[in-house]
């Protein structure tokens, strides 16, 4: 029904489909003199979102491809956990790649065990360990797209830490259900 309804109006679809694809990653401003902001305002906000220069570099093996990186996931309550994972060879941001991890990771199974306990908990043991809720942090905010005319002024950290939720998320599903069976 839904989509007999967009196959009729063809411009709700572009709109909607704009909508989501600016969801996904903002665009510069245009040049034209409507959107343009003031050189004042987007001076601060460029430098209040720019990563301290001591970023942990890229650790490599003996033949040039990335190393695994340890990730502690969890706070000092709940369920705490180090996860190995080799990042990408696209992370040029490790820092913000381990805080992708974490919180994709810890994110992801408080979500499965909570719907392993829903459904009626599929097995006969205890179900998992929880992460403390308060330890996971959503920090989007922190690493969300800055822009500086037409460049992303902090490409490496928000694709790192996008790149680190995905890699977490898939992390924790294949630990989880590898425990479970």
Known sequence: MIFTTYLKAPGVCIA????FLGACAPLPPNDNASSAQ????VAPVVAAKLQPAARRSAQVDA???PAAQSIEVGGPAGY????SITPPKQVCDLDAFADGVEYGYAYTWNRLVMEQVRDGGKTASAPPPQFDPSAIRLQDEQYKIVWNGDKRVNACASDGYLI?????T?????DLKGAAS
């Open 63 to 65: 033949s040039g491809a």
């Open 38 to 41: 003031p050189a004042s305002s």
């Open 80 to 83: 705490h956990t180090e996860v």
């Open 16 to 19: 909607a489909s704009i909508l």
């Open 164 to 168: 680190g939720r995905i890699v977490g």
């Open 170 to 174: 898939h992390k924790a599903y294949t």
